[in-house]
């Protein structure tokens, strides 16, 4: 294995390199790609394919990242392989970037990596134990002890371990194109991070503004939403994945009292290239369950605020960057190419894999050529369209803004709009194709029609005549059964995927016969006579959302549809806004918006509260100790910021529910067992026995329970809750209470959960108040006049 | 010009007790010797506006103001001056004298503003948008003094005080989104529809809202009628139209819709005219149906106007502030005070007598009658007219104001001593307000009290 002996050289010469600090500056700059997105967007090639090697304007995408990086000056790239890692490696090793000056492309195989955290921990690790090997060298020659098996056992090692982070590092994505030079991202990258040691990372936004009404971007990604310190260019805030039923951002206080200016976008878009300095390895370490580049790794050091890790952006304004995330930015991302944007790498130069084209301009559109093309006189290329090498185009055929493969057959009176058609592929007369992505070797027979948004798979044939749906997805893959409707399943389902792919790929060449007539037997009535292949079923966010992320553009009657649906949200938030704003009034002259605020903190104490009553609730089903009970309910108050005021009153809300809830027994009269000379008649038509069987739940229940409520209860004021809060239950929730008003207060005092100020405070509060409000004082008033006598007697 | 002018000189703001009484609202608290309202009514002359309502709360106060309005402004101004009833709110004075409004737009003044910057500007930013409001915005003042004060203080300085947050378009144009008062203690919350209309939102919170703004008048009272809850100007009425701005509920339920789309026709032309733009702002795009076909939305807009940074804009609405504003305008600011000070940079009036030893540092003030003993010495503070001072007197950055009388050997330091007070021998007051025509006997130290008479 002679290249395995190069990369132990090359490792030794890196870890010299590392121990030099002087070198710091001159260090070549280096890249990690991630050859797997991770992610299921391209199903169903992905299973067949890796994302990385699938063409882009006939050439596979890592051409364009791997140019990219070469041109911007990067000296070394780890690739790191997951899915169908074999492939990616063997394109590589028979590309031309195995040879290439001054520009070194190394792989990095695993198969048990979910996500890009595992790779960038996978990358540490080696990374450690690299320094840790040649530690154990030096000691090993220090200490003389030549043990030949130690010496094996370490180049054992550095076989595997053949590379070496050093220095800062762009992190990237295989299907990336960008022509921007890194030259002045990298240099403020430096330059921050010279000054403060935090800065760890430089993330590159461009402008693209979402459409305000599928609140996607143009590359069909999630609106996102940025806060920028617009001096020092930090990002303070990030928010993919936009939780589209919260209608605000949360921007915390401590964010506007450390800036006193932000800008928040929501015209930017990143571009997934990352300068990283050598902490990022180390933080995904560190915090192991850091999986997504975005999602975990930004938000978690954005939100950490203990080590003050900083993340700033760079924004490119001419040059041109852009990440295959979906077919839609598939379909987007080569028409830039086609286009231009993306210039130098464009069909008509020449970088490395792929064959310069011949640009022939027609009017002001170009199409791009290839001098071996059988074409038909009568055929028609439109405008911004690449046909590859060996491609026969038959009469009457009608081709535009589409990028068609090499060695394609396209029969006559074929319609061909807005599609990407691989190599190899043989379209039969009569076909229509819009806005569809055809794989290699597909077989269209005479008269198919393709809807928009469909995308065929491998070597799927179509039957004659057959019209496939729109959006649908046809392979000769069966669909994996396993559905992860979940973020995080979605990992892991994918590296199954890759895994019972393999075992597929293994006996497809041997079984391909055997399994094309199979399917084909199965499946004939699905894809018309002939055909071959599953159309997949619709499953993930379902068909609603497929027309989101699809190679054709958005119908008309979805913008409309959505646009109205914009606008009805609209209202929502407004006519929210004003029905609060009148609540928020009457409590002060305080602004209207505060109402929204207000509504929040509500809810947070409805949810204490509910969360305090099912600890009660469990703890006396469990019959857990009261002292248990105290510290679930002083985690919970924390938790929710409440005040031992709030604690107080939710205890005693849930020790009353559970009053009301206990079976009533059966005994009658147990209105002596309390007899209280201060209560009136009970108005109410509650019939009397049932409230005397209450009075004695809760006389019992306020017996187990008052050291709980006492907990609480440290100051006359929460006392004081205590009593407005069974006030308020009494007019509202449990209104089984209210006859009984005087009694249970009567038994709190005994209980000594009242103090008699307490009660007396309450009653002189209530003095002024309105005369429905003071239901209750009335009811006491026996009892108070009691107390006060008492009180009076005692001075 | 088509614009009617309101002064909003408030009454006796309890925040400002006890510089304020029933003798003195706070529209005549003396900042360099001159009311502050002065200020605010001679901008508005330098920008040519004579017409003009000053509302004040209370009929006491309305009589004060009334009364110095009427002596000092007699040829120049042709002023009305409305009661409303107190605590009515901003929004209630305007309600009240809503009959008096006719004219298409209304610029509303805080009669508390003391600044230089030209209200034709504000005015001009409103109609160049069509703007519904248009809201002036400065930059935070920097509280507290220069000098070395206690720790306390110097912690202040540091940090300036936070009044609003203020989110504004790119083009610093338009207002997104504004925060005030309780909401400023909690964390901010952007609404994501106006976000993604106008894809990109400055967020300071080192600017405020100066008090000053126009109106689109029957805007202004369509809000005020159907909302009738609406207190306050800055806390309610602004928030609620930034806030309702791209789905805007006025204009539609209000004047007869054929007219206001008649009148919505002529504007669109006129502001094209007007805003000299061939890109339409954020607002009519949005109302732009899927194909840029008619409007389907109904938006306004929410204008601002930034005072820059070279032009003093502050509000005498709290004690620190009546200090900060009296120390600027015979400081740095002294442009605003339409003195002419004498090469040692202070102004004593030719009348006031000075006694042997007796120094007037810079940035000082004495006014007409005064006189002062010997030795005193007089640092960055504003003296009133017709005071008498004693020997061995020190006064350090205070106000004291008119008809002050002060013992020998008193110490003032930060303190403001109001009008006809008693200062006897040897009484030292350190960062302390003396309310109108107290006596502090001899001897006393104060320090950070409020001396007042009870009222009665």
């Known amino acids: ?795 | 010009m088509d614009f009617q002018v309101v002064v909003l000189a408030g009454g006796t703001s309890k925040k400002l007790v006890p510089l304020v009484s029933k003798e003195v609202p706070k529209a005549l608290l003396p900042v360099a010797n001159r009311p502050v309202l002065s200020y605010v009514l001679e901008q508005l002359e330098l920008s040519n506006i004579k017409d003009l309502i000053v509302v004040v709360e209370g009929a006491d106060a309305a009589l004060c103001v009334g009364g110095w309005i009427s002596a000092a402004y007699v040829d120049r101004l042709h002023v009305e001056v409305a009661t409303v009833p107190e605590d009515v709110g901003t929004a209630g004075a305007l309600r009240a004298i809503a009959h008096h409004l006719t004219a298409k737009d209304v610029l509303v003044v805080s009669g508390d503003l003391v600044s230089d910057v030209p209200p034709g500007a504000v005015t001009a930013a409103h109609r160049r948008h069509d703007a519904v409001v248009t809201a002036m915005i400065c930059s935070v003042p920097v509280s507290g003094l220069s000098e070395a004060g206690s720790s306390g203080a110097k912690d202040k300085t540091k940090k300036p005080g936070r009044y609003n947050i203020i989110g504004m378009d790119p083009t610093k144009q338009f207002l997104l989104h504004i925060a005030t008062g309780a909401e400023l203690e909690k964390d901010t919350r952007i609404r994501k529809s106006i976000l993604r209309a106008v894809g990109q939102m400055d967020i300071r919170a080192d600017l405020m809202d100066a008090h000053m703004y126009a109106f689109n008048r029957s805007v202004l009272q369509e809000v005020l009628d159907q909302k009738d809850k609406f207190q306050s100007l800055k806390q309610d009425v602004l928030p609620y139209l930034v806030r309702s701005q791209l789905k805007s509920e006025i204009l539609i339920n209000g004047a007869p819709q054929g007219q206001q789309a008649k009148e919505n026709g002529n504007d669109k032309v006129s502001y094209r005219i007007l805003a000299n733009a061939s890109t339409p702002s954020f607002h009519e795009l949005y109302a732009l149906g899927p194909n840029g076909s008619a409007p389907v939305r109904r938006t306004h807009k929410c204008c601002v106007y930034i005072a820059s940074n070279s032009k003093y804009c502050v509000r005498l609405n709290s004690i620190q502030a009546f200090m900060d504003i009296n120390r600027d305008v015979i400081g740095e600011a002294n442009h605003l005070s339409g003195y002419n000070f004498s090469a040692q940079n202070n102004i004593i009036h030719p009348s006031a007598e000075l006694g042997s030893k007796t120094t007037v540092g810079p940035h000082c003030m004495l006014g007409e009658g005064s006189q002062m003993g010997d030795k005193c010495s007089v640092k960055r503070s504003v003296i009133g007219r017709h005071c008498r001072i004693g020997s061995n007197v020190k006064v350090v950055n205070s106000v004291v104001m008119n008809h002050v009388t002060i013992g020998d050997g008193c110490s003032i330091q930060g303190s403001v001593i109001c009008s006809n007070a008693q200062l006897q021998e040897r009484v030292a007051l350190k960062d302390c307000q003396v309310g109108l025509g107290y006596v502090v006997s001899a001897g006393c130290e104060y320090k950070g009290e409020s001396l007042a008479r009870k009222e009665k």
């Open chain 1, 1 to 795: 294995m002679g290249a395995q002996k190069k990369r132990a050289a090359a490792a030794a010469a890196a870890a010299r390199v590392s121990e030099d600090p002087d070198d710091l500056a001159r260090q070549p700059l280096q890249a990690i790609l991630l050859a797997d997105s991770f992610t299921t967007k391209f199903r169903p090639i992905t299973l067949e394919r890796p994302k990385v090697l699938l063409p882009l304007v006939n050439v596979p995408m890592i051409n364009y990242t791997l140019a990219w990086l070469e041109a911007a000056g990067v000296a070394e790239v780890f690739v790191f392989c997951c899915a169908h890692s074999k492939q990616v490696i063997d394109y590589l090793e028979n590309s031309e970037w195995f040879s290439q000056p001054n520009f070194t492309v190394k792989t990095i195989e695993s198969h048990n990596i979910i996500s890009a955290g595992d790779a960038l921990r996978l990358i540490y690790e080696q990374n450690v134990a690299l320094v840790d090997i040649a530690c154990l060298l030096k000691l090993v020659s220090l200490s003389r002890l030549k043990l030949a098996t130690c010496y094996t056992l370490t180049i054992c090692f550095l076989v595997v371990l053949s590379f070496k982070i050093h220095g800062d590092f762009v992190l990237i994505s295989g299907d990336t194109v960008s022509n921007m030079s890194l030259t002045q991202a990298l240099q403020e990258h430096k330059e921050r991070k010279k000054k403060d040691n935090n800065a760890v990372m430089t993330m590159i936004i461009k402008k693209s503004k979402p459409s305000p009404i599928t609140r996607q971007s143009r590359l069909g990604t999630d609106e996102l939403f940025m806060a920028i310190d617009p001096n020092t260019k930090q990002l303070l805030y990030y928010e993919d994945k936009a939780d589209h039923s919260k209608g605000t951002i949360c921007l915390d206080k401590m964010l506007l009292a450390e800036n006193p200016s932000i800008s928040l976008h929501n015209d930017k878009q990143d571009c997934y290239i990352d300068i990283c300095s050598p902490e990022v390895l180390s933080l995904f370490t560190d915090n192991f369950d850091y999986q997504h580049l975005r999602r975990h790794f930004v938000k978690g050091l954005l939100l950490d605020d203990i080590m003050g890790y900083k993340i700033f952006t760079h924004e490119i304004h001419s040059s041109y960057a852009a990440r295959i995330d979906n077919y839609r930015s598939y379909d987007i991302v080569s028409k830039d190419i086609i286009q231009r944007w993306t210039y130098p790498y464009v069909p008509d130069v020449k970088f490395c894999g792929n064959r310069a084209t011949k640009l022939e301009r027609r009017g002001i559109c170009f199409t791009a050529f290839n001098s071996e093309i059988e074409q038909s006189r009568s055929a028609q290329v439109g405008s911004f369209t690449v046909i590859g090498y060996g491609t026969k185009i038959g009469s009457n055929s009608k081709i535009s803004d589409s990028v068609i493969g090499e060695g394609c057959t396209i029969g006559s009176n074929v319609l061909i709009e807005g599609s990407y058609i691989w190599d190899n592929v043989i379209i039969e007369d009569g076909c229509e194709l819009r806005h569809v992505i055809v794989c290699d070797g597909v077989i269209m027979k005479a008269g198919a029609v393709l809807k928009p948004g469909v995308v065929l798979s491998f070597k799927v044939v179509i039957g004659e005549r057959f019209v496939v749906p729109a959006y649908s997805k046809v392979s000769l893959l069966q669909q994996p059964t396993v559905h992860d409707s979940d973020e995080e399943l979605e990992y892991a389902d994918n590296s199954s995927g890759t895994v019972e792919f393999s075992s597929i790929q293994g006996t497809a060449d041997q079984s391909n016969g055997e399994m094309t007539s199979e399917s084909s037997e199965a499946h004939k009535p699905k894809l018309g006579t002939g055909g071959v292949g599953y159309i997949w079923s619709i499953c993930e966010g379902g068909q609603e959302e497929e027309w989101r992320h699809s190679v054709a553009p958005i119908p008309e009657d979805k913008l409309t549809e959505l646009s109205e649906a914009m606008d009805d949200d609209q209202e929502l938030v407004t006519q929210d806004r004003t029905a609060l704003s009148t609540s928020g009034e009457l409590i002060s002259d305080s602004n209207a918006s505060e109402g929204d605020d207000n509504e929040d903190s509500k809810d947070d104490s409805v949810y204490f509260e509910k969360e305090v009553e099912a600890t009660f609730l469990r703890a006396v089903e469990e019959n857990v100790k009261v002292d248990h009970v105290i510290l679930e309910v002083n985690s919970l108050r924390l938790s929710y910021n409440m005040t031992s005021a709030d604690c107080a009153g939710a205890v005693f809300y849930s020790m009353m529910k559970l009053a009301i809830k206990t079976p009533h027994s059966s005994a009658i009269g147990l209105l002596t067992l309390y007899p209280s000379p201060f209560s009136m008649v009970a108005s109410n038509a509650y019939p009397i026995y049932l409230s005397g069987e209450l009075q004695q739940n809760t006389a019992n229940i306020i017996t187990t329970w008052q050291k709980l409520l006492k907990s609480y209860l440290l100051e006359i004021d929460e006392e004081i809750e205590i009593i407005l809060k069974f006030e308020e239950m009494c007019l509202e929730s449990a209104k089984e209470f209210s006859p009984l008003f005087a009694r249970i207060l009567h038994i709190l005092y005994d209980k000594d959960i009242l103090q008699e100020d307490a009660i007396l405070r309450w009653a002189d509060e209530k003095e002024g108040a309105d005369e429905s409000d003071k239901v209750f004082v009335r009811q006491s008033e026996k009892f108070i006049q009691w107390l006060r006598e008492a009180s009076e007697e005692e001075d």
